[in-house]
């Protein structure tokens, strides 16, 4: 498959909304039930797909959490993923369901992260591929709260179904909280990937 073709499958595949309730209803103590929004928004159209995110709890009414931006490219020979933070984040809680207001996002809004530009690895497995977006060997992602430094350690599959298959897309989340302190994770995925499926799509949305 050539790379504009990866990076136009890989670009609708993450388009949507994304829950996991299968797995949380079959592991309720390690896995949260929750919907991750994934928009499509304007910046960097120029040469990237870039998206919109965050999650919201599907089981308590709460605002929704972890916005931030996912920013893919085709660059020479390879797609990869990068992850910005916003610099005012609360500011854009909930956005989502006011697409309108995404539009006026710049990149003035945005906070680059150390260590999170994530090489992407496709394979074909059977009827569907998988884009897996990993960070380099021992590369966490990091930044600064209130004087004090958060680690993250960032991943993710895509899994695209193929266009004549009935099978939903889907979405692994590996993403945990790292402490500096001893090294081991706080938060997030810690014990294996939350493995989303999509449920609406907004692939029609993409530039």
């Not at 928004?41 to 797909?49: G, H, Q, T």
């Not at 605002?63 to 931030?68: A, L, N």
């Not at 990993?134 to 993710?156: H, I, P, S, T, Y």
Request: aromatic fraction near 12%; proline fraction near 6%.
């Amino acid at each position: 498959m050539e790379l504009s073709e990866q990076f136009r499958q890989l670009s609708q595949c993450l388009a949507g909304v994304f829950q996991n309730r299968e797995q949380a209803l079959a592991d309720p103590v390690w896995f949260v039930h929750f919907k991750l929004w994934s928009y499509p928004i304007p910046l960097f159209a120029e040469d990237s797909a870039t998206f919109f995110l965050e999650q919201v709890s599907a089981t308590y009414a709460q605002p929704p959490y972890r916005q931030r931006i996912l920013r893919v490219q085709a660059t020479a020979d390879a797609l990869t993923a990068e992850y910005y933070a916003l610099k005012e984040r609360l500011a854009w809680q909930g956005a989502t369901q006011s697409p309108e207001r995404l539009k006026t996002l710049t990149p003035e809004h945005l906070q680059p992260l150390s260590g999170s530009r994530l090489p992407i690895t496709v394979y074909a497995e059977g009827s569907t591929t998988r884009f897996e977006a990993r960070q380099q060997a021992n590369e966490l992602c990091q930044f600064d709260v209130n004087g004090e430094v958060k680690l993250v350690k960032l991943a993710f599959d895509a899994i695209a179904p193929a266009p004549s298959s009935t099978a939903s897309a889907a979405f692994w989340m590996y993403d945990k909280g790292i402490d500096p302190a001893t090294g081991k994770a706080t938060w997030g995925a810690k014990n294996g990937p939350f493995n989303l499926v999509k449920i609406q799509d907004f692939s029609a949305t993409l530039s």
